[in-house]
Antibody, heavy 119, light 107 residues
Framework: QVQVVQSGAEVKKPGSSVNVSCKAF????????ISWVRQAPGQGLEWMGT????????KIAQRMQDRIRIIADESTRTAYMELSSLRTDDTAVFYC????????????WGQGIPVTVSS | DIEMTQSPVSLSASVGDRVTITCRAS??????LAWYQQRPGKVPKLLIK???TLQSGVPSRFSGSGSGTHFTLTITSLQPEDVATYYC?????????FGPGTKVDIK
């Protein structure tokens, strides 16, 4: 069993950046597939990116490649996602989800981080 | 990129009814298809992987089938706690695209 705990809510100005974290407990961290998924108000789920600490280089959704950074720190069992050049339409709940290995579903989900972008 | 579509967008059924949701992929994804349930205001939950493998603890009234480009999620006897939006997702390789979701309500 894996427990996923995310950082708290954020309020940001347009043009700024947000950095959110996700800590996973249980299992072998380096073999996790840690994904970020966002959900705008009243909308569906949008995959943003996935990192497997064992491999290092994340896979990133093409439409976000120029303003997203995803890293994983094995020493603290924590993954981070930074989204820059924020716009008001980036307002969403950001979820971290954990699976295992390269052919991974999103088995365990964090509680979600509400991020509000407003001037 | 492979696109995922779902139908219907929403449905309303009575308790005890059989409900079927369809998911289609724009290209062959073999059986690398997952279904998630998101109850109102809650975190998504993995129900099914590999198109038909039920996750531990998921009631047996849920089942999945299909391969290639056409998949279905069936609830054999709809219960009040099944009110949720259901999403399909391809997962063999990035991008791990979700379908747009199907909202299920009780009539």
């Amino acid at each position: 069993q894996v427990q996923v705990v995310q950082s708290g809510a954020e309020v940001k100005k347009p043009g700024s950046s947000v950095n959110v974290s996700c800590k996973a407990f249980g299992g072998i961290f380096s073999s996790y597939a840690i994904s970020w998924v966002r959900q705008a108000p009243g909308q569906g789920l949008e995959w943003m990116g996935t990192i497997i600490p064992l491999y290092g280089t994340p896979k990133i959704a093409q439409r976000m490649q120029d303003r997203i950074r995803i890293i994983a720190d094995e020493s603290t069992r924590t993954a981070y996602m930074e989204l820059s050049s924020l716009r008001t339409d980036d307002t969403a709940v950001f979820y971290c989800a954990v699976g295992f290995g390269s052919l991974s579903t999103f088995d365990y989900w964090g509680q979600g981080i509400p991020v509000t972008v407003s001037s | 990129d492979i696109e995922m579509t779902q139908s219907p967008v929403s449905l309303s059924a009575s308790v005890g009814d059989r409900v079927t949701i369809t998911c289609r992929a724009s290209q062959d994804i073999n059986y690398y298809l997952a279904w998630y349930q998101q109850r109102p205001g809650k975190v998504p939950k993995l129900l099914i992987k590999e198109a038909s493998t039920l996750q531990s603890g998921v009631p047996s009234r849920f089942s999945g089938s299909g391969s290639g480009t056409h998949f279905t999620l069936t609830i054999t006897s709809l219960q009040p706690e099944d009110v949720a939006t259901y999403y399909c997702q391809r997962y063999k390789s990035a991008p791990f695209t979700f379908g747009p979701g199907t909202k299920v309500d009780i009539k």
